[in-house]
């Protein structure tokens, strides 16, 4: 069994919530985890209680989110509404950060909760955390892209937004099948052999069992690290040495400085800071031959960290760097356009250079 890197569970929440009341009961729905649940009349404040249930709810209707799991980057300001971007972050009852404040959710008035149930997870004491907090709770899958179109008409049923839910449960469906078309059948010999670098030494990666790095083998590709994950939160620790011995195709990196310490001296990725070049790194042949791409984090990590529908993204903006003579994909337009429809912004404001690392 895979060890939690994370508490799930504040037994001192009880003590310090006030319970919301009861609401009028208007509907049943059978969450993903098969319960039975009843739903108030009209939902209108939603309290995301792990980190991948926030882009969830904020696709749906980010008025509906009443706090957030984590802090948002300066740069993600230009890409989430200013309410949202104003809201507090509570802490998580899953992934790394402390567990939820309790005084600021008694404040948050929710009137669901939306959890992320993954197996190793005690469901009894989350659902203890549904009764603590007052709310009826859902249980969602959200580990992997192919979770998401349930997910979302899951809680699109739930709080109201059928129509939003189905629109872009459409595109999710629509992006894995296009995708699995074009590079599905690659014979395993001819698959791009990838190496996920993460922090900022790049000597921290995702095995190939981890829904982290889900978006190489989405994309056609090979990951070339074939260990077992030892915790949920992945992050597993290689050496430089490792990596040569591996020589892998591609190194794809969501980490800033990780990317500008390798790439400064190697067009075409041009460094996003001066100075830091890692000499050693030039050795390996991915670096030398400059196939080292930077995955944006803004504002939410496309890899999976958290896992969240910009993996829709990720996984065809690699396929097409891998495979272009077989998944044609204009980043220009395409990435843009996504941003308007999940995240509702102007096309005109997303900066595609600046997002891949290319300004």
């Given amino acids: 069994m895979l060890k939690p890197c994370f508490s799930t569970h504040n037994a001192a929440l009880a ?15 059978v969450d993903m985890a098969g319960r039975h649940v009843q739903l108030p009349a009209q939902i209108d404040r939603v309290f995301a209680a792990a980190p991948p249930v926030v882009p969830l709810i904020y696709a749906l209707n980010p008025n509906k989110l009443i706090t957030v799991s984590f802090p948002f ?13 104003a809201l507090p972050p509570v802490g998580r009852y899953l992934g790394e950060g402390s567990v939820p404040n309790p005084e600021l959710l008694a404040r948050a008035a929710p009137q669901l909760t939306v959890a992320w149930e993954m197996p190793f997870i005690d469901r009894s004491k989350v659902e203890q955390t549904f ?12 580990e992997h892209l192919a979770d998401y179109p349930a997910a979302l008409e899951l809680v699109g049923a739930a709080i109201g937004e059928e129509a939003r839910a189905a629109e872009l449960a459409g595109v999710i469906r629509s992006a894995l099948q296009r995708v699995a078309a074009a ?12 190496y996920f670098a993460e922090g900022a030494s790049g000597l921290l990666t995702e095995c190939g069992d981890s829904f982290h790095a889900e978006v190489i083998a989405l994309a056609g590709a090979e990951n070339v690290m074939t260990c077992e994950n030892k915790m949920m939160c992945g992050r597993e620790p290689t050496t ?33 800071a001066k100075g830091g070049f890692d000499p050693t790194w030039a050795e390996l042949r991915a670096v030398r031959e400059g196939r080292v791409y930077r995955a944006p984090t803004a504002p939410f990590d496309w890899m999976g960290r958290p896992p969240s529908f910009m993996r829709v993204l990720a996984m065809q903006w690699l396929a097409n760097l891998l495979y272009p003579e077989r998944f044609a994909w204009d980043a220009a337009v395409e990435i ?18 600046a997002l891949l690392g290319r300004d």
């Fill in 336 to 353: 843009p356009a996504f941003y308007a429809q999940f995240l509702g912004v102007n096309p005109a404001s997303v900066k595609v250079d």
């Fill in 131 to 142: 009764q603590t907090l007052g709310t009826p709770g859902l249980f969602v899958h959200l």
């Fill in 183 to 194: 590079v599905g059948a690659i014979p395993a010999s001819e698959r791009k052999r990838v």
């Fill in 15 to 29: 003590a310090a919530l006030l319970l919301t009341g009861a609401a009028s009961q208007a509907a049943e729905v």
């Fill in 73 to 85: 980057k300066p740069e993600d300001a230009a890409y989430i509404t200013p309410a949202v971007l």
């Fill in 240 to 272: 430089l040495a490792q990596i040569k011995a591996l020589d892998p195709d591609v190194i794809v990196t969501d980490d800033a400085k990780f990317f500008a310490s390798v790439t400064a001296e190697n067009p075409p990725n041009p460094p996003l």
